[in-house]
């Protein structure tokens, strides 16, 4: 009796573990281990938000009135003026053309050659920004609830409604044209270029920060937690960041993380 009791416990542990497959569930880490610490900067001013630009990061500082690009090492390269100022500053995004910056209410977009500050998307309180294309963007909206899809001429239009997806968040762009939306029912979307969302998955955590890197990896944050989750493959590695407080902000750099810490000093760790 108790070897078939054995057995059909086993054949009904392995029908659940079967039918599991393929829900787009994230498996979990139990190991907790911290990432290598590599440099660290005291900011001169408080900042308001991080971006990657290119090689290096670029700070928006939260007087709203200039922005500050540093190297990967966090050696301060550029201090580029906002010609018009920012009240509050929110954050900053960049491509290879433009940089753009945003309030509670307004995105602008300032061109790196001219560097006049123009409104490029208004009444819209930014949640996430992903790049698109050269002078594109998608931006989520927070008071809405849909993500925008902002072209290089200006024209805008709604790329998903609350139909397609769960009051979005932060985005990322992933490699091979998708991109990724932490929702606001605790899921993570992934959407192609055409707004179909192609599947999605629990978030393992509490998380409002995405990054990715150039093989799809996944970088959760929450702000305030010095804890970082890696999902890759469906897996999830949980690492600490040594060093860190409170972390307000974050990007990816080639081969760094980059922590906006307290709004006040930025912090690099080598990516695991």
């Known amino acids: 009796m108790r070897t078939c009791c054995s057995f059909a416990i086993a054949l009904a542990s392995l029908i659940l573990l079967v039918s599991c497959r393929g829900t787009g569930q994230v498996v979990p880490a139990r190991v907790v281990a911290s990432l ?11 900042a308001a938000g991080i971006g990657r630009d290119g090689d290096g990061v670029t700070v928006l500082e939260s007087t709203g009135d200039r922005l500050v690009r540093l190297s990967a090492g966090l050696a301060p390269e550029e201090t580029i003026p906002v010609s018009e100022r920012l009240t509050p500053a929110r954050g900053v995004q960049s491509d290879r053309f433009y940089y753009y910056v945003w309030d509670d209410k307004t995105v602008y977009r300032m061109s790196k050659e001219k560097l006049v500050l123009l409104p490029w998307l208004g009444n819209v309180r930014v949640a996430g920004m992903a790049r698109y294309a050269p002078g594109e963007m998608l931006v989520s909206d927070a008071e809405r609830g849909v993500v925008w899809y902002k072209t ?40 192609n270029r055409s707004a179909i969302v192609v599947r999605t998955m629990p978030l393992p955590g509490a998380a409002n920060l995405v990054a990715a890197d150039e093989s799809g990896r996944l970088y959760l944050l929450e702000r305030g937690r010095p804890a970082l989750r890696v999902i890759k493959d469906g897996k999830t590695s949980t690492y600490e960041l040594a060093g860190t407080t409170s972390p307000s902000g974050m990007t990816l750099l080639k081969d760094r993380l980059v922590i906006l810490d307290t709004d006040t000093r930025l912090v690099t760790y080598a990516l695991p």
């Open 36 to 46: 290598a610490l590599i440099d660290t900067l005291r900011l001169a001013t408080p």
């Open 152 to 191: 290089l001429f200006g024209e805008s239009r709604k790329f998903m409604g609350a139909a397609d997806v769960s009051w979005p968040g932060a985005l990322a762009a992933l490699p091979d044209g998708e991109f990724c939306a932490i929702t606001g029912n605790g899921r993570l979307a992934f959407f």
